[in-house]
């Protein structure tokens, strides 16, 4: 007989592991962010945008970025002048935690961007 989820436990003197690689916690932070967008981002819905994440293991630093999901020319990606690896090496923190009431995100132009990237 199969246990529902409601009543599984762990079984005495047991203990349950979970290891994940850099790869996986990289996925699973991603999905947390997207499960989360409309109070990170303070958006009221979240298909209006598109989002670019990316992860810096030395520093332990990632940086999560939205725009409108159709720019000037309409389309999808981020512009290619947009270096969010160097953006997140150069870039202040704008939060110092995400649970905060105070949550901080940052609106920036392309040109601001791409000055913060140099």
């Not at 916690?25 to 962010?33: A, G, I, P, T, V």
């Not at 990316?54 to 389309?75: K, P």
């Not at 512009?79 to 923190?93: G, N, T």
């Amino acid at each position: 007989m199969k246990r529902s989820k409601k009543d599984a436990r762990v079984p005495p003197d047991t203990y349950r592991v979970i290891k994940i690689s850099g790869e996986a916690l990289c996925e699973f932070l991603h999905e947390c962010m997207k499960d989360h967008e409309e109070a990170f981002y303070e958006i009221s819905d979240t298909t209006s945008i598109v989002t670019h994440f990316n992860v810096d293991w030395a520093t332990g630093s990632m940086i999560m970025i939205a725009r409108n999901e159709y720019g000037d020319e309409e389309r999808l990606q981020f512009p290619d002048e947009m270096d969010s690896q160097r953006l997140l090496a150069k870039l202040p923190d704008t939060v110092g935690s995400m649970y905060t009431s105070k949550r901080r995100y940052r609106d920036m132009t392309l040109e601001e961007i791409i000055r913060a990237q140099q």
